[in-house]
């Protein structure tokens, strides 16, 4: 039978939906805010990895997307000639990845961070024969600890580095701030950005980034461009930290309960290989919709334990639907996706960027 | 180039290698561990999910291969002919599935377990007009009380059920015990046992499973058959359980360091993506080969963060080797593998059975 023709009902489990319905709603709500605040938006594609979902922000107002590897950019390029601006948030090292990029560099506009000089060494060296030069932006720690110079001081000097570079120009700052840091970003950015422009330097971009962290996004008004990624499905960590409900959530996991081994515990097919160990600092490994009282205690690879103070209430065969911790883990364990409005299933997307992890 | 060709250092990271020589080793030593105390042995193919790796295993003794869902049986099926005798350790539900597993019970011998009425309704509606019967255990709860009847009677009467339904034979036992589970796999079956043969019907099989507790497999002489999967490459969990020494990880993550921004820390371009957010119980998301003083403390989906208390000695571009936490999870996140042989790669195998969920 084909796929679209089924109910959900009649889905071979576990599968993960995708309410376009509520994608569309999560797109305008965003692109709105970034709007009202001045702010270009650069959706993150890491959530949905889907070009067609791509081409929604941008024919919405989003300015490009962002891809965090080479292998996700070449994926989304090829699947939508929507797709024109890509800033790969990464340090980018190795002669195939280099060429990978100089490739794709030749199709769309092409941008890229660094935080170190080895990094701004290796894309010089590639693109100082390029016909047209590659955008570098620098990559800065406003707080989170992962990539980034540690101080305005070295953003300068890295700046420096980039703009005198062969190949390249410095096309401006770049951050992703741990939650609640639009504080931090405003003063970290708002430094570098004088010291760079004391050295004669534009900054055009200063461009931050995170879902948690968008409602406050107005609050660092240094900020040119946002990107953001799981709004645009949401998931159960963003309805913990208040930022959406459980009827933003685009993406839910249907699963079949297999077991009801105890009256308090059922097993469902769904175990880490499709809601992952992620927990995002939450108990437990998802919320199911409409049974407030259940928990999520434990997954094992292919079984999902459901456990209730009260009576679980299931019986085998019954079909649960589950909003996961972390959405964009959940696409990138699934070859495809179910996508539906009011309820139906309209078409199956192939999860193109799927696994693309260099 | 053709990966073949390329020296390690010359391979785009991340990269999950798998050592061949110690695959053989490991896989010599559980078989010979079983053959000493005579279980016949029937490894889950979940951790390798390879064709080529099956058929290793079965060459060396091993009597047939479990799964997990009926979409890994098929891949693992269609991938070599060595394989023709099928464990699905799972509650088989719906039309779809059922239809699939009767097609593969076609090509090989099928068995499959169920721990309820409803599920044995479902197999026996459909195989009642079957040339062959379907090989049913009955699942028993030992104490992991994830699925599995909850006593030894219950296991007696759902075994009756099973031998009364037409298309189906009773084939015996299983279960996943707890790790250090022996005692209560041998009173829980032993006792299942007794019973079902008090009504006439024999259990010609039990099987227990689990690679951390096979070192005490032999504690369960009711045991007939074992299932282990982890084994056959080993992982940090194992290592921590005492199971294996480093040496014995045949699975390692290749990745290369894209900063450091400060002295004590370093990324690397493996990421939950890649390294997966298991734990298993344990702090920190892998092991550095050689370098004991590091953790990796923290991920994202593309980045792994390590640290050290002393200074972390790397430079941008190095390489690092990581034995991941859990290794059945990482294979199911690359589309393919690097084989090597005394530390060179001898092939590339696209793991035929990943993301099969269903």
């Known amino acids: 039978m084909d796929d679209r023709t089924k109910t959900l009902a009649q889905l071979t489990t576990p599968a993960v939906l995708i309410d376009l319905d509520k994608v569309e709603r999560n797109i305008k709500r965003h692109q709105d805010y970034a709007d009202r605040h001045g702010l270009k938006l650069r959706p993150h594609i890491k959530t949905h990895k889907l070009p067609r979902i791509a081409a929604m922000q941008l024919q919405t107002g989003a300015i490009g997307v962002t891809c965090q590897k080479v292998s996700e950019a070449e994926a989304m390029v090829a699947g939508t000639p929507e797709i024109k601006d890509v800033l790969i948030t990464y340090n980018i090292i190795g002669a195939e990845k280099l060429d990978r990029l100089a490739a794709l560099a030749t199709k769309v506009k092409m941008s890229v961070v660094a ?142 309960v297999v077991s009801v081994p105890a009256p308090d515990r059922a097993i469902i097919d769904a175990g880490s290989k499709t809601l992952t160990s992620d927990l995002l600092g939450l108990q437990g490994y998802g919320h199911v919709l409409g049974r407030d009282d259940i928990r999520i205690d434990q ?23 589950v909003v996961p911790n972390h959405a964009c883990v959940v696409t990138n364990m699934v070859d495809r996706l179910y996508l539906t409005k009011a309820g139906a299933i309209v078409a199956t997307a192939p999860v193109v960027a799927r696994g693309c992890i260099t």
């Not at 290796?122 to 992962?146: I, K, W, Y």
């Not at 760079?196 to 900020?223: L, Y």
């Not at 990107?227 to 996991?253: E, F, I, K, P, Q």
């Not at 997954?299 to 639907?321: A, C, N, T, W």
């Open 115 to 256: 935080d170190n000089e080895t990094v701004v060494a290796g894309l010089s060296q590639r693109f100082a024969h390029e016909a047209r030069p590659l955008a570098v932006l620098v990559e800065c720690d406003t707080g989170a600890h992962r990539c980034g110079v540690a101080t305005p001081e070295d953003a300068a000097v890295l700046a420096e580095v980039i703009a005198k570079s062969p190949g390249l120009t410095f096309a401006g700052l770049m951050t992703y701030p741990p939650p609640d840091g639009a504080a931090g970003v405003q003063a970290f950015m708002a430094q570098a950005k004088a010291l760079i422009e004391a050295k004669g330097i534009a900054v055009p971009v200063i461009t931050s980034g995170g879902t948690p962290s968008m409602a406050k996004a107005g609050d660092a008004p240094v900020t040119t461009e946002y990107r953001a990624g799981t709004y645009v499905y949401n998931d159960r960590s963003l309805v913990a930290r208040g930022a959406c409900t459980w009827d933003d959530c685009a993406l839910t996991v249907l699963a079949t």
């Open 299 to 321: 997954l094992s690879e292919e079984h999902g334990r459901l456990v209730s103070d009260g009576p679980i209430g299931f019986k085998v065969g019954d079909q649960v639907r």
